[in-house]
């Protein structure tokens, strides 16, 4: 699906101690504010490379994109 990583990365990039705007992400990233915009709406593909990219800069696992709460799930 291509919406999977988008509410990850727009809450990720939004976290106090990251606190960076599209325009920084993107900037860092070699891509547009735009480009960063449709990652997170989930208009665009994220490449394997691009989301390696993007967890080397917001300094996050690779797994942690994927990672998601069980509802109704004791932990």
């Known amino acids: 699906r291509t919406g999977q990583l988008a509410v990850p990365l727009a809450n990720t990039r939004a976290v106090p101690?990251?606190?960076m705007s599209q325009a920084v992400?993107?900037?860092k990233l070699g891509v547009t504010f735009q480009q960063v915009q449709k990652y997170e709406k989930g208009a665009n593909r994220v490449?394997?490379?691009c989301l390696f990219e993007i967890?080397?800069?917001l300094?996050?696992?690779l797994t942690?994109?994927?990672e998601?709460?069980?509802k109704g799930r004791a932990a």
Do not use: H, Q
């Open 68 to 70: 998601r709460k069980l």
């Open 25 to 27: 992400l993107g900037e």
């Open 17 to 19: 101690a990251i606190n």
């Open 47 to 49: 490449s394997g490379a």
């Open 59 to 61: 300094d996050l696992s």
């Open 64 to 66: 942690s994109m994927f």
């Open 55 to 57: 967890c080397e800069v």
